[in-house]
């Protein structure tokens, strides 16, 4: 699966990772030129290694994003219904207290999805979203602390931080505050992504003329919202793509005709991927039995 290469950008973003016209600069506030008929917009950053321009860090707070998948022990099943019930009673609280007994300065968010019959190896998935990882800590712990936890598993545990693209124009604003807001659609399509080595030596205009066409590929799909995420660093990906849409059947014509783009040639890895349905914790926990 070809994805979205390097990226383009935080929820504020549509269909192929466009942003919506008439928008003010940052930098102006002037209104943004509209883009000549059929043109993709071009990049904000043509000197991503920062060799040339010399930038000094970025220290903004930002959004770091926590996709935690389970699987739970068949074991589970044979205890006596009661005692079933109290265990996931017990998980549900410890689950929602995370987010519900923070300040709402903190911006914790909590979105559950079931995997129950979608995938054999884990069925289901806590997608968290704060500004500090050390809050994702503490919600495990919360969890570890519960019964239910002693029959379940992670098989996979995947975190990444939100990210201006450098691949398209700025929305006044973007980067500030809480940029995702997960849990749109009725589906979550994840998968982990790593781009070759040999992407990252083409030169700026080669990437940027690649994900004009990958952009443009992408915007009659606009049942399907992005949520691209950076993993640099702090977890074995590059990106963390998940894509929000209440059209599976659109998401795959999607994935499709990406395939046929010139950047799909430098994709390293793009599995595993997870098809997520959303549901309430209590219906979650109710799909385990």
Same mark, same amino acid.
């Given at each position: 699966?070809?994805?979205?290469?390097?990226?383009?950008?935080?929820?504020?973003?549509?269909?192929?990772?466009?942003?919506?016209?008439?928008?003010?600069?940052?930098?102006? =506030?002037?209104?943004?030129?509209?883009?000549?008929? =059929?043109?993709?917009?071009?990049?904000?950053?043509?000197?991503?290694?920062?060799?040339?321009?010399?930038?000094?860090?970025?220290?903004? +707070?930002?959004?770091?994003?926590?996709?935690?998948?389970?699987?739970?022990?068949?074991?589970?099943?044979?205890?006596?219904?009661?005692?079933?019930?109290?265990?996931?009673?017990?998980?549900?609280?410890?689950?929602?207290?995370?987010?519900?007994?923070?300040?709402?300065?903190?911006?914790?968010?909590?979105?559950?999805?079931?995997?129950?019959?979608?995938?054999?190896?884990?069925?289901?998935?806590?997608?968290?979203?704060?500004?500090?990882?050390?809050? /994702?800590?503490?919600?495990?712990?919360?969890?570890? &602390?519960? &019964?239910?936890?002693?029959?379940?598993?992670?098989?996979?545990? /995947?975190?990444?931080?939100?990210? &201006?693209?450098?691949?398209?124009? &700025?929305?006044? =604003?973007?980067?500030?505050?809480?940029?995702?807001?997960?849990?749109?659609?009725?589906?979550?399509?994840?998968?982990?992504?790593?781009?070759?080595?040999?992407?990252?030596?083409?030169?700026?205009?080669?990437?940027?003329?690649?994900?004009?066409?990958?952009? +443009?590929?992408?915007?009659?799909?606009?049942?399907? *919202?992005?949520?691209?995420?950076?993993?640099?660093?702090?977890?074995?990906?590059? /990106?963390?793509?998940?894509?929000?849409?209440?059209?599976?059947?659109?998401?795959?014509?999607?994935?499709? *005709?990406?395939?046929?783009?010139?950047?799909?040639?430098?994709?390293?890895?793009?599995?595993?991927?997870?098809?997520?349905?959303?549901?309430?914790?209590?219906?979650?926990?109710?799909?385990?039995?």
């Amino acid at each position: 699966m070809s994805g979205r290469p390097e990226g383009t950008g935080p929820q504020s973003t549509g269909p192929g990772g466009t942003r919506p016209e008439g928008a003010m600069p940052a930098e102006t =506030g002037a209104p943004a030129p509209a883009a000549r008929p =059929g043109r993709p917009k071009m990049m904000v950053d043509l000197d991503p290694s920062g060799q040339v321009t010399g930038r000094e860090a970025d220290r903004a +707070n930002r959004q770091f994003l926590n996709y935690a998948f389970y699987k739970l022990d068949p074991a589970f099943r044979r205890l006596p219904q009661a005692e079933r019930d109290e265990l996931k009673a017990e998980f549900l609280a410890a689950a929602n207290g995370w987010a519900a007994d923070a300040p709402a300065e903190k911006g914790l968010i909590l979105r559950p999805y079931s995997l129950v019959g979608v995938r054999g190896d884990v069925d289901f998935m806590l997608w968290r979203i704060a500004f500090d990882v050390r809050d /994702f800590q503490e919600s495990q712990a919360r969890l570890n &602390r519960t &019964r239910l936890m002693g029959y379940l598993t992670q098989p996979f545990n /995947f975190i990444s931080m939100n990210k &201006r693209s450098q691949y398209v124009n &700025r929305v006044e =604003g973007s980067g500030h505050g809480l940029e995702i807001l997960p849990g749109q659609g009725q589906y979550l399509f994840i998968y982990p992504f790593v781009k070759t080595r040999a992407w990252y030596d083409l030169t700026p205009h080669s990437r940027q003329g690649m994900m004009d066409e990958h952009i +443009n590929a992408s915007v009659p799909f606009k049942g399907v *919202r992005i949520n691209t995420s950076y993993s640099y660093g702090i977890d074995d990906q590059e /990106f963390v793509v998940s894509f929000d849409s209440d059209y599976p059947q659109e998401f795959v014509d999607l994935v499709h *005709r990406l395939r046929y783009t010139e950047a799909s040639m430098f994709t390293l890895q793009d599995t595993p991927m997870f098809t997520c349905v959303k549901k309430d914790l209590a219906g979650v926990l109710d799909d385990l039995g």
